[in-house]
């Protein structure tokens, strides 16, 4: 079966979009691969349909648990063998997903790159016939991204044990930086990457200066119809602005990684479904969420980088209709932005006496502590040696970076129960509802072992094999909790530390540049460019971050705020002859030039698009391919 009919037999398309089939082509055949494409623009196919074309089961590696599960349970529903691997299963779960693999029986693996180290999943691995490594948020590799995670750097490793296995890297943020470190982290034999325009042409970029941002942007929802979300940068204040918008009448709800799994999946679903108009979120929210209706995306707070903001604001009209980037701006959003510098990289001495009093924490003494794990309460840690919350936050996180210990911000613990009550009593001594004694009878046919001890669960295939919906099972399991017939531990996430080598003294603690100088210094050049974005008022907004991201020959949108405000000015007559004159000076050489040439002439920026249209449409001069010639040579340009 070739690529074309796969696409049309298990997706329903009958054609490849973009750089789809590209993409598919080069990894098909073997070939390592780099696809940048932004998002909504379909990387899910480039790795799902030369999977199905290929022998073997194709490793897919992701950060995001919740993308993993939605994926998998795509696949299954399309008839595609799928399974998942993540912290939190249950060794057995584990075990019986990676024997299924090495059996040949599913297609496609998904793999957290937490799980990539185990000693079970390397001793699976050498067993396994697998078709290729796709990578996906592959920027998460690069210590110049904005998103680094150490444990990506693990993928390495399995390359070494996999050395003919091609990989395919994927994702919608990365700078030009970035894609060469992206390749060379991933041991790439040559460098090959497939790049789609960035450009979003449906979605307008606003900046919005405000000293209210409560009413600016319930102004801006009673402006713009359809779903929205709110980004803002801490929990308390997902929760806050919620309730604001729920006290003027609009149906809204938050959302961060504090949550319970239940109630993520709860607000997600109604948000999905269009119960909630509006989801105020943290950064948790959104990646590999499946709405592509979204009209309106807006930032309550600066992102710290424009890979962040513009990854959050790509949310919106993922469908190509119209749709709504906006950014509140206040006077003091600058100061803030700045102190995040210093909140992220905090003093060296710092960091060694956060290392020092986790020590104490754990009452562990120096020569002690490899491979110790424990949950870990930041709030609780910060109160007991008074320390600043954000600050201890980053100076964990490079410690991870430094290689002294692990810091999962988000570690997911899969719900656990055991029943109370022995099993002659389960219906002597309750009155068990017909949906509670289904739930009873499931459990005690999918488990052993329950009346003992604490057993793991996955409350989704519960579902699977019972026929109880997701809502119903929760009530079900909570009603048996109050009743004591069993203890019912919800699945939650908490942080946790991990020490990757033994507690040596402080003044032995060395925080190195790679880790600190450098990353501080991308930091703050990422910060810098947040700023010019924002506080720009004559460039196109568009623009500005398709130039960031390596596009230099894009031209203003005309439908940003900036271009906008530009183009309600007229292009003054005078004016327009000096350019004419400019431009005809610099083709008096009687060849094509690339437009970025004009940029040269300093043309103002709120002119250049109205000078443009205007000799087009005299056809004085010609555009076309990102190159600009006297009209009477139209002919042998197009020849050359």
């Known amino acids: 079966?070739?690529?074309?009919?796969?696409?049309?037999?298990?997706?329903?398309?009958?054609?490849?979009?973009?750089?789809?089939?590209?993409?598919?082509?080069?990894?098909?055949?073997?070939?390592?691969?780099?696809?940048?494409?932004?998002?909504?623009?379909?990387?899910?196919?480039?790795?799902?349909?030369?999977?199905?074309?290929?022998?073997?089961?194709?490793?897919?590696?992701?950060?995001?648990?919740?993308?993993?599960?939605?994926?998998?349970?795509?696949?299954?529903?399309?008839?595609?063998?799928?399974?998942?691997?993540?912290?939190?299963?249950?060794?057995?779960?584990?075990?019986?997903?990676?024997?299924?693999?090495?059996?040949?029986?599913?297609?496609?693996?998904?793999?957290?790159?937490?799980?990539?180290?185990?000693?079970?999943?390397?001793?699976k691995l050498?067993?396994?016939?697998?078709?290729?490594?796709?990578?996906?948020?592959?920027?998460c590799i690069s210590q110049w991204g904005y998103d680094f995670r150490p444990s990506y750097l693990a993928i390495a490793n399995i390359r070494k044990r996999l050395p003919d296995i091609p990989v395919l890297a994927l994702t919608?943020?990365?700078?030009?930086?970035?894609?060469?470190?992206?390749?060379?982290?991933?041991?790439?034999?040559?460098?090959?990457?497939?790049?789609?325009?960035?450009?979003?042409?449906?979605?307008?970029?606003?900046?919005?200066?405000?000293?209210?941002?409560?009413?600016?942007?319930l102004h801006i929802l009673s402006h713009v119809e359809g779903s929205a979300i709110v980004y803002v940068r801490n929990r308390d204040k997902t929760r806050e602005i919620a309730k604001m918008l729920v006290e003027h009448g609009v149906s809204a709800s938050f959302y961060h990684a504090?949550?319970?799994?239940?109630?993520?999946?709860?607000?997600?679903?109604?948000?999905?479904?269009?119960?909630?108009?509006?989801?105020?979120?943290?950064?948790?929210?959104?990646?590999?969420?499946?709405k592509s209706d979204v009209r309106l995306v807006i930032h309550y707070e600066m992102p710290d980088s424009l890979e962040a903001y513009y990854q959050e604001a790509g949310r919106a009209g993922r469908d190509r209709l119209t749709a709504y980037a906006v950014l509140l701006y206040s006077p003091d959003d600058k100061r803030k932005l700045s102190r995040r510098i210093s909140d992220n990289f905090p003093d060296k001495e710092f960091i060694c006496n956060v290392y020092e009093r986790l020590?104490?924490?754990?009452?562990?003494?120096?020569?002690?502590?490899?491979?110790?794990?424990?949950?870990?309460?930041?709030?609780?840690?910060?109160?007991?040696?008074?320390?600043?919350?954000?600050?201890?936050e980053s100076a964990l996180r490079l410690l991870a970076g430094a290689g002294y210990i692990h810091y999962e911000e988000e570690e997911?613990?899969?719900?656990?129960?055991?029943?109370?009550?022995?099993?002659?009593?389960?219906?002597?001594?309750?009155?068990?509802s017909d949906t509670s004694d289904q739930v009873i009878r499931t459990l005690l046919r999918l488990y052993s072992g329950v009346f003992s001890d604490y057993v793991f669960i996955d409350e989704k295939y519960i579902c699977d094999m019972s026929g109880i919906a997701l809502e119903s099972l929760y009530e079900s399991l909570l009603g048996l909790n109050r009743a004591r017939v069993i203890h019912y531990i919800p699945r939650r996430t908490c942080p946790s530390v991990t020490f990757a080598q033994k507690r040596i003294d402080i003044s032995r603690v060395i925080i190195?540049?790679?880790?600190?100088?450098?990353?501080?210094?991308?930091?703050?050049?990422?910060?810098?460019?947040?700023?010019?974005?924002v506080l720009s008022d004559r460039q196109c907004r568009s623009r500005m971050l398709?130039?960031?991201?390596?596009?230099?020959?894009?031209?203003?949108?005309?439908?940003?705020?900036?271009?906008?405000?530009?183009?309600?000015?007229?292009?003054?007559?005078?004016?327009?002859?000096?350019?004419?004159?400019?431009?005809?000076?610099?083709?008096?050489?009687?060849?094509?030039?690339?437009?970025?040439?004009?940029?040269?002439?300093?043309?103002?920026?709120?002119?250049?698009?109205?000078?443009?249209?205007?000799?087009?449409?005299?056809?004085a001069f010609m555009l076309y391919d990102g190159m600009i010639a006297q009209k009477h040579l139209s002919e042998s340009c197009k020849r050359n």
């Open 1 to 123: 079966m070739n690529y074309a009919e796969i696409l049309r037999e298990y997706f329903g398309y009958d054609s490849f979009r973009s750089i789809q089939e590209e993409i598919i082509r080069s990894i098909g055949s073997g070939r390592d691969t780099l696809g940048l494409m932004p998002t909504g623009g379909g990387k899910s196919i480039t790795f799902q349909v030369p999977a199905l074309a290929m022998p073997g089961v194709c490793i897919v590696v992701t950060p995001l648990i919740a993308l993993m599960k939605d994926q998998v349970n795509k696949l299954r529903e399309r008839g595609i063998k799928a399974t998942a691997i993540y912290s939190g299963m249950s060794r057995d779960r584990i075990m019986a997903a990676l024997d299924n693999c090495i059996l040949g029986d599913y297609k496609f693996l998904y793999v957290s790159p937490e799980r990539l180290s185990s000693e079970i999943f390397l001793n």
């Open 126 to 139: 050498r067993r396994m016939e697998v078709s290729f490594i796709t990578v996906d948020e592959s920027h």
């Open 172 to 217: 919608a943020t990365a700078t030009p930086e970035v894609v060469k470190d992206i390749q060379q982290k991933l041991g790439f034999r040559a460098e090959n990457v497939f790049r789609m325009s960035f450009e979003r042409k449906n979605l307008n970029y606003i900046v919005r200066p405000t000293d209210n941002k409560d009413a600016e942007m």
């Open 258 to 290: 504090g949550l319970d799994t239940h109630d993520k999946d709860k607000r997600q679903l109604q948000w999905t479904q269009g119960i909630l108009r509006v989801i105020v979120a943290t950064n948790a929210f959104g990646m590999g969420i499946d």
């Open 359 to 392: 020590g104490y924490y754990y009452q562990m003494a120096v020569g002690d502590g490899l491979g110790c794990h424990y949950d870990f309460d930041l709030n609780m840690f910060c109160r007991a040696y008074h320390l600043p919350l954000i600050q201890t």
């Open 412 to 432: 997911e613990h899969t719900s656990r129960l055991r029943f109370i009550v022995q099993r002659d009593e389960l219906y002597c001594r309750y009155d068990i």
């Open 512 to 533: 190195p540049p790679s880790v600190y100088e450098e990353r501080k210094e991308k930091y703050a050049l990422r910060i810098e460019a947040m700023k010019e974005y």
């Open 546 to 619: 398709l130039r960031y991201f390596g596009e230099w020959d894009a031209l203003p949108c005309q439908q940003c705020d900036n271009c906008r405000a530009q183009r309600s000015a007229p292009l003054p007559e005078t004016a327009y002859h000096a350019y004419l004159d400019m431009v005809a000076n610099l083709l008096s050489d009687g060849k094509a030039h690339p437009v970025e040439e004009l940029y040269t002439l300093q043309i103002p920026l709120e002119h250049l698009r109205l000078f443009l249209t205007r000799i087009v449409n005299e056809e």
